[in-house]
C-alpha cells in the first residue's frame, strides 16, 4: 500500500492505493466484492474511491459501473473498437471499510483487470485535467494539475511487452507494478505535489522495453 499526502483544500488529502482487481474469465459483468477501502472517514472528513480498469472485446463497451449498487461517475474513458477499452470511474463512499464493484458491459470481455485508489478531502470529483492516449510506440503526453493537487494515472498494453515500465519526467513512480495472465501488462502510479501554488503541467513520460500498444487514462484532481 501507498500513501500520499498532500496538505490544502478543506483539510488534508490522503491519497491511498489500495490494490487491484483481476478477472481473466470470459463474461459481460464482472463483480469485484469486499475490496478494502481503510477506516470509514470521521467529522468532516470525506472519501472518494477512484477505480481505472482496462477489458478486451471487439466492439464491447461499458455500459454501467456501480459501487455498492450505486451508479459510479465517469471520469475518463478511452476506446479501440477493435481490441479493448480502459476505464476511470468515481463515487464518494462514506462508510464502511470496504465496498463490491460491479461492472457490466454491453458484450462479452475476455478479461477485467484494474486498480483503485481512495482520496479523502478531495474537493471535487470532477476532473482538472484528463488525458487519454492510445498510441505505439508512446511518445508522451502532458497534463495540468492544480496547486496542492492530485493526479492518478494508468497505463496498460494489451500486447503484453516484455520488460519493466518507469514513468519518468514530472511523475513520482506509484511502484504498483503488476502484470496479470490474458496477455495483458498493466502499470500505475500517483504522483502528488504539495508545494505548488499554481497551476503546473507535468510530463507523463514512460520508459518501457518492447512496449506494443499503449493505452493511457490520467486524471487530475483538486
Known sequence: MSIIKVVGGK????LTYRGKFVSNADAAAYNFNSLSIGDAPTGLNTRHVI??????????????????????TLLAQIDDPANASCYMYGL?????????LHIDLDGTSFHCH???????NLNSLTPHDTQTKYEY??????????????LLAYCTDFAQGSGDWTWGG????????????GATSV??????ESGMEADETFDLDLDAANVVNTYLLAASFS
Open 92 to 100: 464518494e463512499v462514506a462508510t464502511g471499510t470496504d465496498f463490491d
Open 51 to 72: 477505480v481505472a480498469f482496462d477489458h478486451s472485446g471487439s466492439g464491447v463497451a461499458v455500459d454501467h459501473v456501480d459501487f455498492e449498487s450505486v451508479n459510479a
Open 114 to 120: 484494474g486498480a483503485y485508489w481512495t482520496i479523502d
Open 137 to 150: 510506440p508512446y511518445s508522451g503526453e502532458t497534463i495540468d494539475i492544480p496547486g496542492n493537487g492530485i
Open 11 to 14: 483539510g488534508p488529502k490522503v
Open 187 to 192: 502499470q500505475h502510479t500517483a504522483y502528488s
Open 170 to 181: 514530472d511523475i513520482t513512480d506509484g511502484n504498483e507494478h503488476f502484470d496479470e495472465e
